[in-house]
């Protein structure tokens, strides 16, 4: 049986929660030792739709990357639901389908339409009751309560810190299981946050290169109060910078001869992938076919 993030969080160690975008980049990161993923809605749309994280990925997209995910890889997930895509009933519908999917998190955000990502300006919240009304959908259309509710408010940036808190504080009097306030930009906002919530329930804490919160370390946030941290779009952002590298070189070069000590060959990708594993197990079953 699978590990759950309540397994994980009853160890006190700071989770660590590299941002994922398709089955690949999971199992790398399982490999590598991490101990869950964050399915990040923006990374899907970066990669899936070569687009900004706009609201344009839709939750049929979402929950086919994340049944491939789950399907490969036997570390947690935690999974970008937005806003729910829609009102409560939309909510409910997003849970019961991350949850038979595979999630073992369903974050889910106070943002109206068109929502945005969590670091860019102009975006829009919903009341703070009707954001708790979908708290409670959500936590009454999940079939196991191993599966985390994560409650995120994006209004430092609409409505200033201090609201903030009390949206946060209500989302936990909901019964949120995890809290993330996205987006302070100040370490002593992030005590503030800290201090102010973290005896009643974890809190997530989101690295954004280039965004709006200081990129900090695990050890520090934990420091300062932080349960898990989230690195949502830094794998998209490495991916590219390496990338746009790879082309322009063999557009140069017309080969891929002088990079091959930058990449791995068709047979480490093989062997990363299970490639030997896979054929066994098909050979297994093609000997319980007999004789036809």
């Not at 839709?58 to 729910?84: F, K, Y």
């Not at 940036?157 to 201090?162: A, D, H, I, P, R």
């Amino acid at each position: 049986m699978k590990k759950t993030f309540k397994d994980k969080m009853n160890n006190h160690k700071m989770l660590i929660l590299p941002g994922v975008y398709d089955a690949l980049s999971a199992l790398l990161a399982q490999q590598t030792g991490f101990e869950g993923v964050y399915l990040s809605g923006a990374s899907i749309s970066y990669t899936r739709l070569g687009r900004s994280d706009v609201g344009l990925v839709s939750v049929s997209e979402v929950a086919n990357t994340l049944e491939m995910i789950c399907d490969r890889v036997d570390i947690p997930v935690m999974v970008d639901a937005d806003n729910g895509y829609g009102n409560a009933l939309n909510v409910q519908r997003t849970v019961r389908q991350f949850e038979r999917a595979g999630a073992s998190a369903i974050q889910l955000e106070d943002q109206s339409y068109p929502k945005r990502c969590g670091h860019l300006n102009g975006k829009i919240l919903i009341k703070t009751s009707e954001m708790v009304g979908k708290i409670n959908a959500a936590l009454d259309a999940r079939k196991s309560e191993e599966t985390l509710i994560v409650a995120r408010t994006d209004a430092i940036s609409v409505e200033g810190l201090s609201e903030a808190i009390e949206r946060a504080q209500r989302y936990c009097d909901a019964g949120a299981d995890i809290i993330f306030v996205e987006a302070p930009s100040s370490i002593d906002d992030m005590s503030l946050i800290v201090e102010s919530l973290a005896p009643r329930v974890p809190l997530l804490a989101n690295m954004v290169e280039g965004g709006q919160t200081p990129l900090l370390t695990a050890d520090k946030l934990k420091k300062i109060g932080y349960k898990l941290v989230i690195f949502p779009g830094g794998l998209v952002r490495a991916q590219t910078y390496l990338t746009q590298r790879y082309l322009a070189q063999l557009l140069r070069d017309g080969s891929t001869i002088n990079m091959l000590d930058k990449m791995v060959d068709f047979q480490k990708l093989n062997e990363i992938i299970g490639t030997e594993e896979l054929l066994t197990l098909g050979a297994r079953y093609d000997t319980l076919k007999g004789d036809e």
